[in-house]
Every structure is written in structure tokens, then in C-alpha cells.
């Protein structure tokens, strides 16, 4: 019996030790595992950052770059009779189509487009509209195609929510996610959520034989800048007006597949960037 006593006193005390063991393994694997959580979240973070601050830099860069030809392409504008002659023929026909320019040793691929020539998307009447996108489907698209389209923007921008033959309102955008305006549209890109607008008729390059790109969707046929372009300025409290609006495309001959849009306009007789952004991603 004594004999019996004495090994399950040892096997509960083997047990006991295992347990135990066993337990301050599981407490040790527990803590690393937390710490590498922690740490992989630290440096997921710390690439984050590094990377924000990445495109922050080369953001800022890139926008003072663009300024910088906002300001001297507003200037050959402003000055077109005196450039003239070195450009062959007035500056705005020059750029109408794809045409080189340096600037500070770089060269530079560029269109220019006067939004007064463009149709106002939110003051122009329907027929302008239609006939604006009549223009771009330039009779590849039936119409059914050309009234989706124009019906569509016109339900986009009135407040009633009576859809047009070949439209669409709120229930038809709800599934999508979201509702239409009812109202002004304050960005061009609002356009790529209106039905049958879509990435393929909202801006199209090709190229011509000469290697030129030619910009081509709805984007190129609508503005909103027609009578000027404004914006508050919260450091001095009033609203500050752009007038003489016009659009660049433009190409840098270093990366010539990535095309930007910028806006530039007229403050007390300098020019000025409003607005720019990337159109293709590459």
C-alpha cells in the first residue's frame, strides 16, 4: 500500500510539473505572438507613412511643375502676338492639336483647349447637350445610345425624380450605391457615375502617325468653367473669381503614356493652376 501511496504522489507531482510546463509555454508562444502582431502592425504602418509621404513629395513636385506651366503657357496667351512668329501662328491654334514645349529643360506634350468654346454641362440647354454628344458618337453609336446618355445626364441634374425615356433617378443609382445630383455638377469626373457614361466614352486616346496623341470622349466636349471659375479664399474671407478659363492636356516626353488635365485661370491679369488631375495610370 505504502509502496502503491508513494508512485501516485509522484505521478500527481510529474503531472503537476507538465501542467505547468505546459501552461508557461502556452503563456510564452501567447506573448510572442502578440509582439509580432504588434510589430508587423508597426511596420505596416511605418511603410504606410513612408509611402503617403512618398507620393506627398512627388505630388507637391509634380503641382509645382504644373504651375509652373499654368503660369508661362497663360503668359504665351496673354502675349500670343508677340510669340507669333516663333510659333508659326496664333498660340491657340498652334496647341489645338498635340505640340511640343520645353520648359526648364524638359520637354512637354501639349494640347490646349478654351472652355468657352466647350458646352457648360450645367447652363446649356438639352439640344446643346445632345448635340455635344451627337458630336462625339459621330455616328457610331445609334440613338438609342446618344439618348441614353443625354436623358440620363438631364435626370442626373434635375430635382424631380421623373425618369426620361431612356434615363435614370434614384432607384436605378441605388443599387449602385448612390443617387443622383439633383442639382449642379461641380466636378467633370461626377460624369463617369451617370448611366451609360463609363471609363471607354469618357476619355479615348490614340495616336496619329506621327506618334500625337488625339484626345477624344465626353470629357473633351463639356465644361463647367465656361463663365468663370470660383473659390472661396478663407485667409482673407471673400470669394475670389478665374476668369479666361482653359483646359492643358499634357504629356511628359520622360513618361509619355501618363496624361494629365489641368485648369488654369485668370487672376488680375496673371494666370494661375486651379485644378489638375491624372487621367491615365500606368
Known amino acids: 500500500m505504502r509502496k502503491y501511496w508513494f508512485i501516485q504522489i509522484f505521478r500527481k507531482n510529474g503531472e503537476n510539473k507538465l501542467n505547468n510546463r505546459g501552461s508557461v509555454l502556452i503563456f510564452l508562444l501567447l506573448i510572442t505572438g502578440v509582439i509580432s502582431f504588434f510589430l508587423m502592425e508597426s511596420l505596416y504602418y511605418a511603410k504606410l507613412n513612408q509611402r503617403l509621404c512618398y507620393n506627398y513629395y512627388n505630388n507637391t513636385i509634380f503641382e509645382n511643375k504644373m504651375k509652373k506651366i499654368a503660369f508661362i503657357f497663360g503668359e504665351l496667351i496673354k502675349n500670343k502676338v508677340m510669340y507669333n512668329d516663333y510659333f508659326d501662328k ?20 501639349i494640347v490646349y483647349k478654351p472652355e468657352s468654346s466647350l458646352v457648360d454641362i450645367n447652363r446649356d440647354s438639352e439640344d446643346k447637350i445632345k448635340e455635344a454628344v451627337l458630336k462625339f458618337a459621330d455616328d457610331k453609336f445609334d440613338e438609342t445610345y446618344v439618348d441614353t446618355i443625354v436623358d440620363s445626364i438631364m435626370d442626373w441634374k434635375d430635382s424631380d425624380n421623373l425618369e426620361r425615356p431612356n434615363g435614370a433617378e434614384k432607384d436605378y443609382y441605388k ?21 451609360g ?58 513618361h509619355p503614356k501618363n496624361i494629365y488635365l489641368i485648369f488654369v485661370g485668370e487672376k488680375e491679369s496673371r494666370f494661375y493652376l486651379i485644378k489638375w488631375k491624372k487621367l491615365t495610370w500606368f
Open 90 to 109: 496664333d498660340i491657340g491654334d498652334y496647341f489645338s492639336e498635340e505640340e511640343p514645349l520645353t520648359i526648364d529643360n524638359e520637354k512637354y506634350f
Open 197 to 254: 457614361i463609363n471609363d471607354e466614352n469618357f476619355f479615348k486616346i490614340e495616336y496619329d502617325d506621327n506618334n500625337r496623341a488625339i484626345y477624344s470622349g465626353l470629357l473633351t466636349y463639356f465644361t463647367i468653367y465656361k463663365n468663370g471659375f470660383y473659390k472661396y479664399d478663407f485667409k482673407n474671407k471673400k470669394l475670389v473669381a478665374y476668369k479666361n478659363i482653359f483646359r492643358l492636356y499634357i504629356r511628359s516626353a520622360l
Open 175 to 195: 443599387k449602385l450605391g448612390y443617387e443622383p445630383a439633383n442639382g449642379s455638377i461641380y466636378d467633370l469626373f461626377e460624369l463617369k457615375k451617370i448611366k
